[in-house]
């Protein structure tokens, strides 16, 4: 049975759990479930801490399992990220008083405030830099005015955060983030992981794409094409009418509304979109 650690709380579990139900697999209805068995599916779900995750994955307790980037990173154990998710998404960063630095060479003999001290080691003994790291559980923006630190190393969305607390960025991001699936290093080729991983990326797809129908004139079709030309080609069936066709073909999920008034211009009409719910390219 193959054994899948998934995060057990917050946002990134709410997601993952869709995922993974997307994707055909049984997930559980009582959040105070820590153990699910899938037996349709020969898996067995362990909904855990998601620091934790890549520990468990690492030593070999479980297969695979979902979490952060930023948390796989952050620890010292032997997993591998295998799959970006593209879910979770958020941008790691330094941020400091105006004037304390103007970049990260800058920071050599200071103190950075991170919850995520072996991440922030990593990049700052990469760039041959020496600096206190202090550990926070929690918000750690607030350590510059309370004087425990001289910048701080966190998680940035919008920066809004970090200005009301007087702080600006400061040099590059230290890592792009997002839900990732991974597994245990070294660890031998596995047919049920493979599966899982096809499943996923069969959702991950289908969240990017939708089908498109619509109906042209037949002197129009290769005007048409170019506009929707699929993944190997779009399909094209006939009418009745023989003057027009119907075609088929997937699209970009964020360019539907652009692509829709192409068609339109074209003299496309009967245009229809509709969600992908899973697929195998």
Known sequence: MLRVAVPNKGSLSAAATEMLKEAGYRQRRDHRELVLADPDNDTEFFFLRPRDIATYVGAGQLEVGITGRDLLLDGDGPAEEILALGFGG?????????????????????????????????????????AEL?????????????????????????????????????????????AVLVRREGAEPDARIEQLMRRLTGVIIARQFVIMDYDCRVETIEAACAITPGIESPTISPLQDQNWVAVRAMVEQKQTNRVMDELWELGARGILVTDILACRL
């Open 90 to 130: 958020s941008t790691f960063r330094y941020a400091a008083v105006p004037g304390t630095a103007v970049e990260v060479a800058d920071f050599a003999g200071k103190r950075i405030a991170t919850s995520y001290e072996g991440l922030v080691a990593q990049d700052l003994a990469r760039r041959g830099i020496e």
């Open 134 to 178: 202090i550990h926070l559980d929690g918000a750690v923006e607030t350590a510059v005015r309370l004087g425990v630190a001289d910048i701080v190393a966190d998680v940035v969305s919008t920066g809004t955060t970090l200005r009301q607390a007087g702080l600006e960025i400061v040099g590059e991001p230290i890592l792009q983030s997002e």
